[in-house]
């Protein structure tokens, strides 16, 4: 679960602890990966989840592409890790609001999720005061979902 500064592209704090106890609950071990400046984030998102293992700022790019490789399954944002989530073929739920998505990931191991609102793509001049109406159409209901599909087996 990458962690992102943009704020027009985060989904929200209290989102990604419902998803991660989803997701932990499901047998999986959440694992929070970013940069040193998600590192406040991915600490207030990880005191709300028991077992939630935060490596946000603590890995260099080579490990965090290997964490990656070896995960079971990606969910983020529009950002660089979950762009690799999705070229190594892991299961990959991409949440897209205030960019305009690439809609074929070339894989059915990834799925892009994105909501075409009136104001999409806002890019980096959001004209929402600050709601992410693109961000918040992502229920984790939905998201846990697709996440849970990806990881069926293949008849």
């Known amino acids: 679960m990458p962690v992102h500064d943009a704020p027009q592209k985060h989904w929200f704090e209290d989102r990604w602890q419902a998803l991660a106890r989803r997701c932990r609950d499901a047998g999986l071990v959440p694992v929070l990966l970013g940069g040193p400046a998600d590192r406040a984030a991915a600490a207030r998102i990880a005191s709300g989840v028991p077992g939630l293992v935060d490596l946000a700022g603590a890995?260099?790019?080579?490990?965090?592409?290997?964490?990656?490789e070896g995960a079971t399954l990606l969910i983020g944002v529009d950002t660089g890790l979950t762009h690799m989530g999705t070229a190594l073929e892991v299961p990959t739920v991409a949440l897209f609001g205030s960019t305009c998505p690439y809609r074929d990931p070339r894989t059915s191991r990834s799925v892009v999720l994105y909501a075409q609102l009136d104001c999409s793509p806002c890019q980096r001049h959001p004209t929402c005061d600050g709601r992410y109406d693109c961000m918040r159409a992502f229920e984790v209901d939905r998201v846990f979902a697709e996440a849970s599909r990806l990881l069926e087996p293949v008849a």
């Not at 890995?59 to 990656?68: G, N, P, R, S, Y």
């Open 59 to 68: 890995l260099k790019l080579d490990e965090t592409v290997a964490a990656i």
